[in-house]
């Protein structure tokens, strides 16, 4: 016995499977738009690139000249005495003296590499630094230092002013000479 409805039933599911076959694909006009949408955030993001670059290497220096100015600052206070009237401070690699009641000194500091170390290799050179230390008038009271620092090296500092620089900082402390 022949069931009728076998064949047509067959039929119909294979015009709806090839039915399906060919509606499942994109046009290219499709592709074509969505591959534009693509290239245009593409660009967008490499057009953000250098900016993001330059962000990390202001940041990255400015840590730098942080710790510098910590590292030069913590020297100034830790000078060293003998008598309590003239006192040697290690800047970097610089020795500086300075006495109380004696007039201001000012220190230059060049080619320095991040976290205020001397060096003589140009790669490392990244940090330039200026330092004015103000003993105290008499001794018991406090002497003033005021660090600055800028980047890159080949800045140049004139009358308390950075030119030519991308980026610096300052800052001032208080301290009380020990002996």
Known sequence: MK???????????AAVISKMRCCQAFSLVEVTLALGIIT??????????????????????????????????????????????AYRAFVGENIVDYSVGGGTVEVPLFSLALGGAQTDVENEERLIAAITIIPPETQGLTGKAFISIAWPAKSSYEDGVWSNHEGSLTTGIQFLPQR
């Not at 993001?45 to 220096?61: D, Q």
């Not at 510098?68 to 830790?78: D, Y």
């Open 3 to 13: 069931h009728p409805n076998i064949r047509p039933a067959l039929k119909i599911e």
């Open 40 to 85: 245009f955030g593409m660009v967008a993001l490499f057009g953000l690139l250098p900016v993001g670059l330059l962000s990390v290497k202001n940041a990255t220096e400015s840590a730098g000249a942080t710790n510098a100015a910590v590292k030069f600052s913590n020297a100034i206070r830790m000078a060293e005495t003998e008598d309590g009237i």
